[in-house]
């Protein structure tokens, strides 16, 4: 007799009534499933960049849908379907938006977001050509800031960046480029699209 492996989550993709009518021939693929296996692995190759901008940044998130985060992945491909988020830097924050206002909103803690926004800070950092020497990110809905730099900051003895005053986050996400003049060269928000 042979044994089947199944990838974790796939019985979810299969409708209950396919699975019911093939009980009794179980070696036999379901009618739904692609007859061309090579454009299956193709297609589910695909969705994997996707699958990990998700669950490598916040591994956290499956533990709002587990034991796969199949339906929070769903949810989210949905979302980037419609809205075509851009695949900058800024994509990383288009997520947590997505997130804020998806039906896991209230069990979204600061610490998922902080892992998009360093995310989203490291990926400008890598692709960043600007004089810039860092940025700042910030969310309304801590107080909190993310720092990335692009080398090791000169401060002026005495300036911290944690120290340095900055004015209230008029958006739901903001950000400011870093000259690194005069403590960390903060000037003003900027909105993230």
């Not at 669950?55 to 956290?60: H, I």
Request: glycine share 8%.
């Amino acid at each position: 007799m042979r044994a089947l492996a199944v990838p974790s989550g796939a019985s979810r993709l299969v409708s209950k009534t396919s699975r019911l009518r093939n009980q009794g021939d179980f070696l036999l693929p379901f009618p739904d499933y692609p007859g061309n296996a090579r454009s299956f692995v193709h297609l589910d190759a695909r969705l994997l960049p996707y699958w990990h901008t998700l669950f490598d940044v916040c591994p956290g998130l499956l533990k709002l849908d587990p034991p796969d985060g199949l339906n929070i992945f769903r949810g989210f491909m949905t979302w980037a379907y419609r809205n075509h988020p851009p695949l900058n830097w800024t994509y990383y924050l288009s997520v947590c938006r997505w997130l804020l206002g998806s039906k896991y909103q209230a069990r979204i803690n600061e610490e998922h977001i902080e892992s998009f926004m360093c995310a989203a800070a490291a990926r400008w950092i890598n692709t960043d050509d600007s004089q810039a020497r860092g940025l700042v990110l910030a969310w309304q809905g801590t107080p909190e800031k993310v720092f990335d730099w692009k080398q090791a900051p000169r401060l002026v003895p005495g300036l911290e960046a944690d120290l340095e005053e900055f004015p209230p986050v008029p958006w739901d996400f903001a950000w400011c480029p870093l000259t690194g003049k005069g403590g960390v060269g903060f000037r003003r928000w900027l909105s993230i699209p």
